[in-house]
């Protein structure tokens, strides 16, 4: 059963973006939503770096002492962490009849192109993950940042703030549609020298052990192996039971870029779309409506996790860092 005080704030759900050049902009977008937060008894906490934290504190003033303040390098870590963390908050808050208010200034800089496409993937995801919190989102996107990353904020984000004023934001995406768009081009194809294992029936004591050695030979660290091995069970016991023959695990170790190991599972079915692939976290008893635990706990143990599914089959592929070595090392030589 839902509490009174959840269904007073669900219907105030915002999320909206900051385009800012320079600081007057900044500011002047920032110190209203934090002040109204701290003037209506909200949890109000600003991510930022430490030169935005000093800038909001000074003009902030006494007001500062209602905000809590949390650095971005160490918030924005993860997509499917971070995304996990922000909702348990905001279903909290809720739940004691109060808002989460959080001022969140993306960390951008430094991130691979596909660690830049789950962390837009999830602007747009939690459009319907948070939609039941009546938490208040405000993201400031700088007008410095690459261009694409400023185009896809308004695409994720339904509304644009200016100064004091919200409007609606005629370039927003359905979250969904968004995240078939990210997903549009088909994934590269494995290199000749992956490793093949075809799987014919739920053997996963062989399975693990195969991955394991593998993963090993990657110099993976343990704590990663453990997730791995986690990940590659649900994701092969997935295909067993709702995909199509033949079923095959491949195993490489990218070194184009970050150094990272990969693991793919394809099979011949088409996974239904409805089950959101993970990409919203299971909910409360009594709260929206949520994900599936299993590929949701894929996406939280992995760097990385791309699935596309179609008529030609499902393929499922995990990446995980690895310690920056030579590739011939990795292969045994």
Not at 145 to 159: D, F, N
């Amino acid at each position: 059963m839902i509490e009174p005080g959840w269904a007073t704030v669900s219907e105030s759900f915002t999320h909206r973006v900051l385009p800012y050049d320079g600081v007057d902009e900044f500011l002047g977008g920032a110190l209203p939503f934090l002040r109204d937060g701290v003037d209506a008894g909200d949890r109000v906490l600003a991510v930022a770096g430490v030169g935005r934290e000093l800038l909001l504190r000074e003009a902030l003033g006494p007001a500062a002492a209602g905000v809590e303040f949390t650095d971005a390098a160490t918030w924005y870590t993860h997509p499917s962490r971070t995304l996990a963390d922000c909702l348990a908050d905001a279903d909290n808050t809720a739940w004691q009849g109060r808002r989460l208010r959080v001022l969140g200034d993306p960390v951008w800089a430094s991130r691979s192109p596909l660690e830049v496409l789950e962390w837009q993937r999830t602007e747009a995801i939690l459009n319907v993950a948070f939609r039941d919190t009546g938490a208040a989102l405000l993201c400031p996107y700088s007008s410095s940042l690459p261009a694409g990353v400023v185009a896809s904020s308004r695409q994720t984000h339904p509304e644009t703030v200016r100064g004091v004023t919200a409007l609606a934001n005629p370039g927003y995406m359905d979250p969904w549609a968004y995240n078939a768009h990210c997903d549009r081009e088909p994934l590269p194809p494995p290199p000749s020298g992956a490793d093949s294992l075809k799987i014919d029936r739920p053997d996963l004591y062989w399975l693990r052990a195969y991955v394991s050695d593998y993963a090993r030979q990657a110099r993976l660290h343990e704590e990663d192996l453990q997730r791995l091995l986690v990940a590659v069970t649900e994701v092969v016991t997935n295909a067993l039971r709702h995909g199509e023959p033949p079923i095959v695990l491949r195993m490489w170790a990218d070194t184009s870029g970050e150094p990272a190991l990969v693991c793919e599972v394809t099979d011949e079915g088409r996974w239904d779309p409805a089950s959101g692939y993970g990409l919203v976290p299971p909910r409360p008893v009594g709260t929206g409506s949520g994900g599936r635990f299993g590929l949701w706990a894929v996406r939280l143990l992995c760097s990385v996790v791309q699935i596309r599914a179609g008529e030609g089959g499902t393929a499922v592929r995990l990446r995980l860092r690895l310690p920056a070595v030579p590739a011939a090392s990795i292969n045994g030589a």
